[in-house]
């Protein structure tokens, strides 16, 4: 068992930044893949951003590459997602979560057993 608690969100005018963090707790070694997802009223969930828990690879969707960054601290069992460079397209509910299966960087949501309570971001323009 994997549980994840994001924070971070918070409400930020177009053009600026935040940091989400994603904490992971249970059993964090058995974690694969890290991701961050995120859903907007009246749209699906979409992937944003996925980094393995050991080596450095990472993915990014199209909407979001170059102004978010995905990084983790093993140490703090924490993954972040630093967004700098809002748009009011990035309002939605962020969620993180854990993949245990050992694979790609999936963009699928299905494929991700674990998820955070999600944490809102809302960018004013």
């Known amino acids: 068992q994997v549980q994840l608690v994001e924070s971070g969100g918070g409400l930020v005018q177009a053009g600026g930044s935040l940091r989400l963090s994603c904490a992971a707790s249970g059993r964090p070694f058995s974690i694969s893949v890290m991701g961050w997802f995120r859903q907007a009223p009246g749209k699906e969930r979409e992937f944003v951003s996925g980094i393995r828990w050991i080596g450095w690879d990472t993915r990014y969707a199209d909407s979001v590459m170059g102004r978010f960054t995905i990084f983790r601290d093993n140490a703090k069992n924490t993954v972040y997602l630093q967004m700098s460079s809002l748009k009011p397209e990035d309002t939605a509910v962020y969620y993180c979560?854990?993949?245990?299966?050992?694979?790609?960087?999936?963009?699928?949501?299905?494929?991700?057993?674990?998820w955070g309570q999600g944490t809102q971001v809302t960018v004013s323009s």
């Open positions: 979560a854990a993949d245990l299966r050992a694979g790609g960087l999936e963009v699928n949501a299905g494929r991700y057993a674990y």
